[in-house]
Nanobody
Framework: QVQLVESGGGLVRPGGSLRLSCAASGSISALYAMGWYRQAPGKERELVATITTGGSATYADSVKGRFTISGDNNKHTVTLQMTSLNAEDTAVYYC??????????????WGQGTQVTVSS
């Protein structure tokens, strides 16, 4: 099992910035990637950004140029720096960690979620 502890989030005005952090612990010897997903009311959960332990990052088109993901392999943490936030970024943000055992075998773990609200 992998435990994920999230921090950050909250209420911010349009155009503002927030930072989300997530720390993984437990069975992380096969940790391959960490990242963030979000779910807005009435919508499906969607990818925001992920980063592999090798440093390869993937972003949703909607956040490219505004969000930056970074990871610390020594601390098993991932940070999402969010800038130029707008109302469409309002959602519950979930930390994700992927343990990968082979090309066809992996397990996803999820944090409890943290609310990000962008409103004036």
């Amino acid at each position: 099992q992998v435990q994920l502890v999230e921090s950050g989030g909250g209420l911010v005005r349009p155009g503002g910035s927030l930072r989300l952090s997530c720390a993984a612990s437990g069975s992380i010897s096969a940790l391959y990637a960490m990242g963030w997903y979000r779910q807005a009311p009435g919508k499906e959960r969607e990818l925001v950004a992920t980063i592999t332990t090798g440093g390869s990052a993937t972003y949703a088109d909607s956040v490219k140029g505004r969000f930056t993901i970074s990871g610390d392999n020594n601390k098993h943490t991932v940070t999402l720096q969010m800038t130029s936030l707008n109302a469409e970024d309002t959602a519950v943000y979930y930390c994700n960690a992927e343990n990968r055992y082979s090309s066809s075998s992996w397990t996803d773990y999820w944090g409890q979620g943290t609310q990000v609200t962008v409103s004036s």
